[in-house]
């Protein structure tokens, strides 16, 4: 099969939705050049920097009938326009009885790697999933990237689409033919026995790979990818953790009531998978502090393979003995 | 042109100016040696900004940056051995190495930092003009930012507010005529940034950001204004980035080479010398003593970097708040 990179498949997502509904427009501080070129200035908008304005004018643009694209770039440009977000794009369907739907996609990168410092490098998706009204995703292969990114410029609901700093020149097998991957549904992309690994966008990479180097030791590790943050595929991650009856969740955030709080919240909560469990669930995030510039700095306060790895030796371990009281 | 500037103070406008040059062209090479991390954004071709407007400010006057900050943290007096270490990401560094090109702050001089996103600063430096009113010691604050910036709400907001309260306000506009790659003229409806004075009721002014004396006597009446408690001024500086947005091999640059070979013939640094020269404040000996000089400094910065250790590890967790 083709190979693209995570980025180029983005763009064919979006390259290819544009063509098939001319109600499609796109916006963005800098235009991506290949789009500019073939759909023009009136569809691939070049805008002033006012994230705040395209954020809101994306939604009226979408309650008029037209289907907008609005293209952050960083997630980090996105907190300038919050209250768009939090108070307007993610509210209105619900809080005007639902009158007019609001199909917009809005596009972020996020993740560190990049030696950006802390306004650069954020993972701040718990912040938007603790919003209701909007549907939510971060896909860790090209592959996922394409097919995700067609269903929402499909939905009819605002969309983010958060894509990974750290993947967007990775290489994968894209297929040449039409296809689309449903919002809500996770993918298990290794299967295994003893522990269930819970990762996104790059770790689901550090997963693979400490998965596969713990497979010499025969362990046997599962790694699921949620794929969708908002609706997240609750019985997918359950039914794993049912199986193997461990948990490790590894997420490139923090852990303060992060996206990890959440899928140990979805595990334990449930009667039949609490009672699976044959250890505490262990959470392998990133350090709870602004992302540092230094190199030796950043690359401390992120998740790895190698703290995958520990995390799976430890919930191997089972629970460690109450101290005494 | 030159005002009452006396020739030391020019001669010292000269090596501030000259001093960016040298520095900037030594960040975009030591970051293509891998030795700078992420991202720098060169000010070549905009010194005479930053230099023709901070020489009109006292030490204690405050101002703010951009992205493209290095020249404004020299510009206010930054200790370049410190700026660099940041830069090579070493404990010596302004932040500790926390912050990088991006990030440079000193507060002792009252440079109240670089900033990553655009038109973050804004805001913040007009409370420090909120500062300077409520202390009534005549001080002053700056904002620096691009034409860019000057679409965002930030800009609209604090112009209205500092306007409305007499902030002792300079609102800087650096309209190098891009931001990163699309043309101001796409998304500004008038040519002038200044114009948009008009509509917060306080004076607007255009000069060329390429002549440091034009500058540099325009910043005067703004801070004697503002320290008189008439309240702030916008000054457009219009002038040119000679360089690519970023320092990012392979980045899109859509400028007609005609455009930057344009502005290369009106080179901020070179007007200044050869102004110097031809006034007699500056000689052929005088000029090459300053450039070995100015060499000598940016050695031992990068000398200073190279010296300083990395951070530890443990230190990813330090001044997350306040003791
Ligand atoms: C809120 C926000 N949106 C987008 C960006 C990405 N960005 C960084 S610099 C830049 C262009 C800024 O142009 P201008 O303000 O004119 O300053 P210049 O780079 O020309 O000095 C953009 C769009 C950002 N940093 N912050």
């Given amino acids: 099969m083709r190979e693209l990179t995570y980025n180029e498949a983005a763009l064919e997502a979006v390259a290819e939705e544009m063509r098939q509904d001319t109600k499609i427009f796109y916006m963005s501080t800098d235009p991506i050049p290949p789009l500019l070129k073939e759909f023009g200035d009136k569809r691939i908008r070049a805008t002033p920097i006012a994230e705040g304005a395209l954020t809101g004018m994306a939604i009226g643009a979408a309650g008029s009938g037209f289907r907008p694209i609005v293209d952050w770039r960083q997630v980090t440009f996105a907190f300038v326009a919050m209250d768009q977000i939090v108070n307007q794009a993610s509210k209105i369907h619900y809080m005007f009885g639902g009158q007019r739907s609001f199909p917009i996609v809005y596009r972020a990168n996020v993740g560190g790697g990049t030696r950006l410092a802390a306004q650069h490098c954020q993972c701040p998706y718990s912040m938007f999933m603790n919003l209701a009204g909007l549907k939510l995703f971060l896909p860790s292969t090209p592959y996922d990237m394409k097919g995700l990114l067609k269903s929402a410029i499909r939905d009819n609901n605002p969309v983010i689409s958060f894509e990974s700093n750290r993947l967007l020149a990775r290489k994968g097998p894209v297929p040449e033919e039409e296809y689309t991957i449903p919002l809500g549904l996770a993918d298990v992309k290794r299967a295994g026995s003893d522990v269930t690994v819970v990762a996104l966008a790059w770790l689901v990479h550090e997963a693979l790979a400490a998965a596969e180097a713990l497979a010499a030791e025969g362990i046997s590790v599962e790694v699921v990818d949620p794929r969708t943050l908002v609706p997240l595929d609750k019985e997918t991650i359950r039914r794993s953790v049912q199986k193997t009856g461990r948990l490790v969740i590894a997420d490139e955030a923090g852990p303060t009531a992060g996206f990890s709080a959440e899928v140990a919240a979805v595990v334990t909560e449930d009667d039949a998978t609490f009672a699976a469990l044959k250890s505490p669930v262990r959470r392998v995030c990133a350090l709870q502090v602004p992302i540092p510039y230094s190199p030796g700095l950043e690359d401390h306060v992120f998740p790895d393979r190698k703290r995958i790895t520990d995390g799976i030796r430890a919930v191997l371990k089972g629970p460690k003995p109450a101290a005494a009281a | ?323």
């Fill in chain 2, 1 to 323: 042109m030159a005002g009452n500037l006396s020739p030391d103070k020019q001669r010292q406008m000269l090596r501030q100016m000259l001093t960016i040059r040298r520095f900037e062209e030594r960040a975009s090479n030591d970051y293509h040696a891998g030795k700078i991390y992420g991202v720098v954004h060169c000010y070549i071709g905009e010194e005479a900004v930053a230099v023709g407007v901070c020489s009109a400010l006292e030490p204690t006057d405050r101002i703010i940056s951009t992205h493209r900050g290095h020249g404004h943290c020299i510009a206010k007096g930054a200790d370049l051995n410190r700026m660099m270490a940041e830069l090579y990401g070493r404990q010596a560094g302004y932040c500790k190495g926390k912050g990088g090109s991006m990030h440079i702050a000193d507060f002792g001089i009252g440079m109240l930092g670089a900033n990553g996103i655009v038109a973050g600063g804004i805001a913040i430096v007009t409370g420090a003009g909120l500062a300077a009113q409520m202390e009534g010691k005549g001080g002053v604050a700056v904002s620096f930012f691009g034409d860019g910036a000057s679409n965002a709400g930030p800009f609209h907001e604090c112009l209205n507010i500092a306007a409305a309260w007499k902030l002792p306000m300079l609102y800087v506009c650096e309209n190098n005529g891009w931001a990163a790659q699309t043309a101001a003229v796409a998304t500004h409806a008038m040519s002038d940034v200044a114009g948009r004075a008009a509509g917060y009721g306080i004076p607007g002014v255009v000069v060329d950001g390429n002549d440091i004396f034009a500058v540099h006597q325009a910043a005067s009446r703004a801070v004697a204004r503002a320290r008189a408690g008439e309240g702030p001024t916008l000054i457009e500086c219009k002038t040119y980035r000679q360089r690519a947005h970023t320092e990012r091999k392979g980045q899109p640059d859509p400028r007609d080479q005609a455009e930057v070979e344009a502005w290369l013939q009106k080179d901020p640094l070179t007007l200044l010398e050869r102004k110097l020269k031809a006034q007699g404040d500056l000689d052929d000996a005088g000029w090459q003593a300053m450039e070995r000089e100015v060499m000598a400094a940016l050695e031992r910065a990068v000398a200073f970097a190279e010296a300083s250790p990395f951070p530890t590890p443990e230190q990813a967790t330090d001044d997350v708040f306040a003791a």
